[in-house]
């Protein structure tokens, strides 16, 4: 079921308090995919500059800030031991919803800045060398 007004929410409320207990419920927050214009800021215009900065290859720059911004740890089973083990793998970010891919692209965009001394424009931004202002006397 997801839940898209306060009128769902109670609806939903009333449908729970009919059960008996005790029973599972699974909650999850759900949020649209990136767009593509966000996906085309993202490749030609932050890793991009970082590229053109670094003198490395755009995918070789995305690749590396996947290692550092993009790394998941999960827990495995490993039959032999007969336990967990904490296992890490670099994470796709195509398949990102829009919200964790804007706080990948700001970390990049942060470390930009702060490591390399690259000043990112932010996708809405626009900036002017020189602000000249005109006025009569």
Not at 13 to 35: G, M, Q, T, W
């Amino acid at each position: 079921m997801v839940i898209r007004s306060n009128r769902q929410l109670e609806s939903l409320i009333a449908f729970l308090k009919e059960r008996n207990l005790p029973f599972a419920c699974a909650i999850d927050e759900i949020y649209p995919v990136r767009s593509a214009r966000f996906n085309a800021y993202y490749w030609g215009v932050v890793i991009k500059m970082i590229a053109d900065h670094t003198g490395h290859s755009t995918e070789k720059v995305h690749e590396a800030y996947k290692k550092k911004y993009n790394l998941d740890l999960c827990f495995q089973f490993n039959q032999e031991k007969r336990i967990y083990e904490i296992a890490a793998g670099v994470m796709s970010t195509a398949r990102e919803n829009k919200r964790k891919f804007a706080e990948y692209v700001m970390k990049v965009r942060a470390d930009a800045e702060i490591t390399l001394g690259i000043t990112i424009p932010l996708h809405n931004e626009v900036y002017v060398n020189e602000l000249i202002f005109e006025h009569e006397l």
